[in-house]
């Protein structure tokens, strides 16, 4: 039953990537931002609407008071897509740092590049900590926040991999602060793999880190540890069980 569950929660998502990246390729482009971007923003609803129907896929969230109402840096755990559907939604107006070759993708990425996203080349590492620090400071002036993966790359439930501290530098460039966000959407939309699992996913806000007077490596330590407390608190008290 999960695979079939799965394969019609991707028919309907492959419909909607599908009619959001056309319509608003041959529409949304014409639009500004402020217009474009909520119609875009339906293709998300839709995502975690259309996955809770088929999959079984809830999410419960902490800290929603902690969300800055100035544009932050948002460093977040990177376990699966599900999180990027969410926090493009409840953190909008945000830019997320991405992959440059995700906007190459068909339906999927011609959505993407309506969104103001901060493409950079991982192939390049030098131009890409260049691209980051100049258009990042452009997006958070003008009003949007950003959001790191710091991870670089989806990790497996329960493991942490090496954090980058460029969100951190962009952060203390721009002067605003570093929201971290801990979750185990991992444990329901596992990466790199089809079948999804049913459950609750549960999303951690934390309160903001100071950017002023500090390091990036503390800033970056500081998010770190504090994304992993949640993680294992998420784990032992159970919260990566089905439902």
Known sequence: MLAVRSALFYLGYIMATTWFGVSGLVIGRWLPYSVRAPYILLWNRFTLFWLRLTCGIHYRINGLENIPNSPTVVLSKHESQWETYYLQLTLHPIATILK???????GFGWGLRLMQPIPIDRSAPREAIKQMMLVGEQRLKSGLSVLVFPEGTRT????AGRYARGGANLAIKAGVPVLPIAHNAGSCWP?????KQPGTITVSI????????RSAAEITDEARDWINREIIAMNQAGDQAPA
């Open 100 to 106: 440059a070759e995700l906007l190459d993708m068909p």
């Open 156 to 159: 497996e439930p329960g493991k």
């Open 191 to 195: 990466p790199q793999q089809w079948i």
């Open 206 to 213: 934390g309160k903001p880190i100071a950017s002023q007077g």
